[in-house]
C-alpha cells in the first residue's frame, strides 16, 4: 500500500495598500492511496483539498480572485500496466 499526503500553503498577503487590507492565509491539503491488487493492476484513491478550504475573495459578493479554486474532489480508480515484451 503506498499513502501520501500533500500540502500548498498561501500565506497572508497584502490586498490594497491604501487600505492596509490583507487577504488570509489559508491551506490546501491532498491525500492519495494506492494499493496493489495484482502485479499489473492497481487500485487507488485520493481526495483533494481534503478540508474544503477556498480563499476568502471567493465570498465577496463580486468575487475577485486570480485563479479558480475547487472545493473537496474525491478520485477513485484502477490503473492497468500493459506488460512490456
Known amino acids: 500500500m503506498i499513502a501520501n499526503i500533500r500540502a500548498n500553503f498561501y500565506g ?4 490594497d495598500p491604501a487600505q492596509d487590507s490583507h487577504e488570509s492565509a489559508f491551506a490546501i491539503w491532498n491525500l492519495y492511496i494506492s494499493k496493489d491488487i495484482s502485479h499489473d493492476l492497481q ?10 478550504s477556498r480563499d476568502a475573495l471567493l465570498s465577496q459578493a463580486t468575487p475577485s480572485y486570480d485563479r479558480t479554486d475547487y472545493g473537496r474532489t474525491l478520485r477513485i480508480g484502477m490503473r492497468y500496466t500493459f506488460p512490456r515484451e
Open 43 to 52: 487500485m487507488y484513491g485520493a481526495v483533494n483539498n481534503l478540508g474544503d
Open 12 to 15: 497572508k498577503w497584502l490586498i
